[in-house]
């Protein structure tokens, strides 16, 4: 039980939140949203997310004379006010980075850790012998890794950045403070939400003023959040991952603060003060793959992104796609993505627990053998089988290994963001707390949600075999599908982009490298274009307008959709010559996303 005195100042946070959030304020009164920019082009640096204030911040860094990094770190901070059941300090993510000055591409892993006291049988019910429902699962204690991003921006700043934490911190605890317009986003995702917040007192009490989710144009303020970043800016990380907030976290995890008619089971979580303690984010190598004279940089391990995006471009190599019909390249476009989802299943998991063949899965000889399975008309009968590894040589005489089905119960959460600036430095950085709301547990008084990042394991199924690669265990961290990317050209940036979606991330990224370097798009309509994402399943997930366009024209080769409203929200930044930069966002998707340039062009 916490301490009355705390019981105090939590119900007087409530109520002033409950006026603050339910109380129509005109917008003039508080921060205006900025204007949404889809597209921007010019000159100095770019930042582009899927939040027009976060945007603004990340600008405003850039123009003050911070570097890419500094800009990154404060607009994904603001992220975290403003999406913050997609991001924020509750939950982990992958950063990647171009520096200018030495030409390296290097990341960070700030992946969500499980606790080392997990035991194997974590994810099931005592009660019934059996996993808990993914949705119960959802919503839990047992969910939650171990939080990586804060780690993640002060690692990041350590190595590339000139700012401070603390500096980088404030403009987002000052957003936090003043309060944002609830955009329509924001209210449907409460709204979605909804039940499940209802059931813990403070996601009730933060998410859900006065019962319901605040409403489209009112002011949403998050005085605690405010709060929390200016005690890590005053105390450095060390205050949440050893300090003041380190035992809160664990508390809320190992006694979900459910409401007394709660009727979720919400299994209480393993973490304690020591795994908080012991959290390192990883510096890695980044994968590396050609695609048609470019060098793609992707996420390694604990990201299937970067080999799965790696080898679905080296399949799709194999073609003269810019030269195909739509039915003709969409084709291999789809067998491509099933191929290596398939490998991504069958391989896949943290390096440091599993030997994953990288090198294997990224070879040209590989992506040669693998793409001895795709017929010129006829689709593969899906699942299609994983490759073989351990022997091949491009001449399609190597049988495959067995047939994996991939769980994919990543939720359709996260965010993106893309920033560069003036001195030619990048950063893709894509950040989550797993599902839309996590775990959807806010830690009380302290304005954040905790994670659900642990679903990304093997979770369903029990016991999990052990040739599963992504069967859960202590210390390690589930398999992620984040994909930030960075192409280079002759050594010069040419593209990065990113995206949110679970495991459409991989899709959604490989189908804009698609759009844009093969069928002739420039980087807006490539981001525009309508999505399917072949994830070694049928029927193939497509937003409505894309089975429109080519559904008919697929269907003679055995292609099968079946329909979603939208997939992905993506940004990317294309670098141009003399210096042009074209920042995108997208038009529709999530409400739309802003993209700005230091010095727009004339
Ligand atoms: N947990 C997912 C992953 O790491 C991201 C969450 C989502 O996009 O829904 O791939």
Known sequence: ????????????????????ATIQ????????????????????????????YATQIGLDVLKAGGNATDAAVATAAALGVTEPYSAGVGGGGFFVHYDASTGAVETIDGRETAPMGMPEDAFVNPA?????????????GVSVGVPGTLATWQRALDRWGTDTLAS??????????????????????????QSRFSQFTSTRDLFLPGGAPPPVG??????????????????????????????????????????PDATLPAPPGYMVRSDLRGYRTLDRAPTHSGYRGYDVYGMRSSSSGGTTVGEALNIMERYDLASMSDQDALHRYLEAGALSFADRGRYFGDERFVDVPVADLLSDTYAAERACQIKPNRAMKKPAAAGSVLNYDGKCSTPNAATTRDGGTEGLSTTNLTVTDRWGDVVEYTLTIEQTGGSGMVVPDRGFLLNNE?????????????????????????????????????????????????????????????????RGMTIDQAMAAPRSSPRNNTPVT????????????????????????????????????????????????????????????P
């Open 128 to 140: 019934t012998g059996q996993p808990y429902s993914f949705s119960d699962q959802v919503s839990s």
């Open 542 to 601: 497509s937003e409505p307008a894309f089975i429109a366009a080519y559904g008919k024209l697929l269907k003679p080769y055995g292609h099968e959709f079946a329909s979603t409203p939208e997939i992905g929200a993506a940004t990317a930044i294309e670098f141009g010559p003399g210096g042009l930069l074209t920042a995108v966002a997208e038009p529709t998707r999530r409400g739309g996303g802003s993209a700005a340039v230091v010095a727009p062009a």
């Open 25 to 52: 304020v005109p917008a003039e009164a508080v921060v205006p949203e900025p204007p949404k920019v889809a597209t921007a082009r010019g000159s100095g640096g770019a930042v582009t997310s899927v939040d027009p």
């Open 454 to 518: 642990l679903t990304d394991f093997t979770t369903t199924v029990f016991p999990v075999p052990e040739s599963d690669p992504n069967r859960p265990e202590p210390g390690k961290r589930p398999r992620s599908s984040m994909s930030p990317t960075i192409l280079l050209k002759d050594g010069q940036p040419f593209l990065a982009l990113g995206s949110p979606g679970g495991s459409t991330i991989i899709t959604t990224v490989l189908q804009m490298l698609f759009n844009r370097i093969d």
């Open 1 to 20: 039980m916490r301490p009355s005195s705390r019981e105090v100042l939590c119900a007087a946070a409530v109520a002033a939140l409950t006026l603050a």
């Open 218 to 259: 009112s002011t949403f303020r998050n005085p605690d959040l405010a709060d929390t970043y200016e005690l890590i800016a005053a105390q450095g990380p060390a205050v949440f991952y050893r300090g003041e907030l380190a035992p809160e976290i664990v508390e809320t995890v190992q006694d979900p603060p459910t409401t």
């Open 168 to 193: 980088t911190l404030r403009p987002a605890a000052d957003l936090a403070r003043e309060g944002f317009v609830v955009d329509q986003t924001f209210h449907q995702q409460t709204a979605d939400n």
